[in-house]
């Protein structure tokens, strides 16, 4: 049973967000009279502080402060379309080959056929999101850094306590300012040390990165190794986080950092050996990574953690229109062989809402090897009725249905053969606690919301991120390297590798079988030359159907218009 209450369900502090805060800070000092206010805070100031500390966490879970359909912390677009991982996921994955989102939203389209300019809403939806964050974060230092000013002097319990809380802050924080520095380059900045309200000021890439690794390496030296609170981040997800950054390190800089990734992959790998898949620390069934029961993955979830990070979801407690809901309901919908010549059933992958709105590329299709491969084999593909090709640009089936996300029980299938989707019953159900039922007889799980919860970096990552930095820089041992990937291919069903088949083409395909729809691709594509310029097509890429040139300035996002317009002196992104 997850213990949600102990993460999200305390969100009595009651905020007054807008689009401002994209451009300004903010101050968390409640409004609502009915809430914990700030003369009262001396009076219970333990319970003041995770209130505000929770919100850190909740920001990135869900939009607002009263469920799917209530406010949002920024105003512009609605609660769903805004809410982080989801709002990312339009930047990260819209944008290339892994995923097409068929409805004609405002301004989605636009990152569907890479036709965006500086004006795109949702681009600006994902940079204030980010800042919304980042204020809330800067926020709760300055309130516990300054806690005399409300006449509290912490004893040793809570201060210890204060001072774990401050560096999970700073990481979720950095979180928000690695995506920054990712998708827009040159960013806002501001931290605790400016007073509420002040404006940022906008820094180079170059200093962003030159912060985000001074920062991050300083939170990897001061985290505990302890085992987080489940639903909180610990040790293993800050120093993933920054490898990552290093992995990139040649793209927002100029000068690759390999070795730097390689020496922190090394560190986490060394942390996770012993349980797992062939002691790896891997799960042992890759898709029991994505389904209902995946808590138990995650950092504090009591089983393999190969979740190092994690936004925990609960179909009950936490209902946002992004995070996983998004991920599982836009991949499905119910089709039958009669209506429409395709079948698919909700239900089978335990929901009961159905928005059919997202598909793969063929180019997307193409890259997994063979039908043994287990990181596939949800998808509805031709003999569901489903076309490869994607020459409609706006019907559900033209173009593989993409299930990865799913509601299911893990329950005990034993044998990974049978996870199978090839013929066209209605078996694959999540029956007798399962994910799979021969006989299709009992009455499949069907929720509204999923229980899963949200990876936002995994061991295989980091596998994958240590044979990387070995391809493309010689960093870290050649055995290792060579190890580490057929680890996660071997999990998979699939063949392993020989050191011939350690190429810099290989290792982006790998990732993308292994990472896709987990806010990986576009950085992926950008850090191997593949997403802009004519070396990789793709489907609708340059809103051609069969793919065409973009401009190398589409690496980057532009800064939005409204952000230039409330601080003239912010540079533009070139080409916009």
């Known amino acids: 049973m997850k213990s949600i209450s102990k993460i999200f369900s305390v969100l009595g502090v009651s905020l007054a967000l807008g689009m401002s805060s994209c451009v300004g800070d903010l101050d968390l000092l409640p409004n609502d009279p009915n809430s914990l206010t700030a003369d009262k805070f001396a009076e219970n100031p333990s319970e003041y ?64 056929t890479n036709t965006w300019g500086n004006g795109n809403v949702n681009i600006f939806g994902t940079y204030s999101r980010l800042y919304v964050h980042i204020a809330i974060c800067n926020d709760f230092l300055r309130l516990v850094n300054d806690l005399g000013t409300y006449g509290i002097s912490p004893d040793a ?116 050996q012993g349980e797992g898949f062939r002691n790896t620390g891997l799960v042992p069934t890759y898709m029991y990574l994505f389904c209902a029961d995946n808590d138990e993955y995650m950092p504090g979830g009591g089983g393999v953690n190969e979740i190092l990070w994690g936004i925990p979801y609960d179909k009950t407690n936490i209902q946002p229109y992004g995070g996983t809901m998004f991920l599982c309901a836009a ?33 997307f299709a193409d890259k997994f090897q063979s039908s043994n491969d287990l990181r596939w084999v949800m998808w509805c593909k031709d003999q569901q009725g489903f076309n490869k090709e994607n020459t409609n640009f706006s019907t559900f089936t033209d173009g593989f249905g993409v299930v990865k996300f799913t509601n299911l029980l893990k329950g005990n299938v034993a044998d990974p053969s049978e996870w199978n989707k090839t013929d066209n019953t209605k078996n694959w159900s999540s029956a007798n606690g399962g994910i799979y039922d021969p006989t299709g007889t009992t009455p499949a799980r069907a929720d509204n919301f999923p229980d899963t919860d949200l990876p936002l970096l995994r061991l295989a990552d980091v596998y994958l991120m240590y044979a990387e930095s070995y391809i493309m820089g010689k960093a870290g041992d050649a055995n290792n390297a060579l190890n580490y990937v057929n680890y996660v291919r071997q999990r998979a069903g699939e063949t392993s590798w020989t050191a011939n088949d350690m190429t810099a083409d290989n290792i982006l395909d790998e990732r993308c079988r292994e990472m896709y729809w987990e806010l990986t691709r576009r950085s992926d594509l950008v850090r191997h030359g593949k997403f802009s310029g004519s070396a990789y097509n793709w489907s609708w890429k340059g809103n051609e159907v069969n793919g065409a040139t973009i401009a190398s300035t589409m690496d980057l996002f532009p800064i939005p218009s409204n952000v230039i317009a409330a601080q003239p002196e912010f540079e533009q992104n070139p080409g916009y």
């Open 49 to 112: 502080i995770m209130q505000v500390m929770m919100k850190c966490y909740s920001g990135m879970a869900v939009s607002g402060q009263t469920g799917p359909d209530g406010s949002s912390d920024i105003s512009g677009l609605d609660g769903g379309t805004s809410q982080y991982t989801r709002a990312l996921y339009m930047l990260q994955e819209f944008t290339t080959d892994e995923s097409k989102w068929i409805w004609p939203d405002a301004g989605v389209i636009d990152l569907n």
């Open 157 to 272: 319990e809570l201060q210890a306590t204060i001072d774990q809380y401050k560096l999970e802050a700073r990481a979720l924080r950095a979180m928000s300012y690695y995506w920054a520095l990712d998708l827009f380059g040159n960013a806002s900045f501001i931290d605790e040390t400016s007073p509420a309200g002040t404006s940022p000021v906008q820094l180079t890439r170059q200093e962003l990165y030159d912060w985000l690794v001074g920062e991050l390496e300083e939170l990897v030296a001061a985290f505990p190794d302890s085992t987080p609170i489940y639903g909180r981040v610990g040790k293993d997800g800050v120093e993933a986080l920054l490898a990552r950054v290093y992995l990139n390190a040649e793209v927002y800089t100029g000068t690759p950092a390999y070795d730097l990734c390689s020496q922190h992959c090394a560190n986490i790998i060394a942390r996770h």
């Open 331 to 363: 991949g499905i919908s119910n089709l039958t062989w009669d209506l429409n010549n395709a079948i698919m059933t909700a239900t089978d992958y335990g929901m009961s809402a159905q928005w059919g709105c997202m598909h793969a590329t063929e180019q």
